[in-house]
């Protein structure tokens, strides 16, 4: 199996480092560019590279990782970016799902863990740290779970309850990736059929 190219933007260079070597330590992935701010990336995106995932950090020194992934998805439009941050704050992550996120990790996520959620986003799913699921759960549980199906509304109540994908699996009876793929499509949902207002009105009572 091909290595799937990556790309990572932390404006920190030891953690830029590390992100890198854990990377491409890996059979699976590797890293095809590192760069210290978003403009780099994207000069390196505007040369014609095409990196199946996108590793950002929110704050950076130049543009933030928000609009670095609003500009780069208008570029590589298949992109999956999947913010990593120390930051938990609620207008950050929905921000991020509104321009086109696809997961959302801690900084404090292990090297396994990593691997995981890359692995995750390659088969579709949406890889997020536990605490970060349950405070996106939370704020869209009401009014939007009305727009979900009757399965995904299963899955949200015990996403809502800090549940991981294997145990909801084992309780619903699917399979992880079946669970993964129903919490994509909640925040896809999210994203469609909501105004960025709304959902910065419901992430808010969670700062």
Do not use: W
Request: hydrophobic fraction near 35%; aromatic fraction near 6%.
């Amino acid at each position: 199996m091909s290595k799937l190219n990556i790309i990572i933007i932390e404006d920190h260079e030891s953690i830029l480092e590390s992100f890198k070597e854990i990377i491409n330590s890996s059979d699976r992935f590797q890293v095809s560019g590192a760069f210290l701010s978003g403009e780099e990336a994207l000069n390196f995106i505007k040369e014609g590279n095409k990196p199946k995932i996108m590793l950002v950090d929110i704050q950076l020194g130049g543009i933030n990782g928000i609009e670095t992934i609003k500009q780069t998805k208008k570029i590589v439009p298949t992109i999956l970016p999947i913010i990593i941050s120390v930051h938990e704050n609620s207008k950050y992550i929905f921000d991020a799902l509104c321009v086109g996120a696809v997961g959302y990790l801690n900084k404090n996520t292990t090297p396994k863990e990593l691997i995981n959620a890359l692995e995750q986003a390659r088969n579709g799913g949406a890889p997020m740290s536990s605490n970060i699921a349950r405070k996106v759960v939370e704020s869209f549980q009401s009014p939007h779970e009305k727009e979900l199906s009757e399965r995904e509304n299963e899955v949200l109540t015990l996403l809502a309850k800090g549940k991981s994908y294997a145990s909801i699996a084992e309780e619903l009876y699917l399979s992880i990736n079946t669970i993964k793929t129903h919490t994509r499509n909640i925040y896809e949902k999210l994203q469609v059929n909501n105004k960025k207002e709304i959902m910065l009105k419901y992430g808010a009572k969670n700062n």
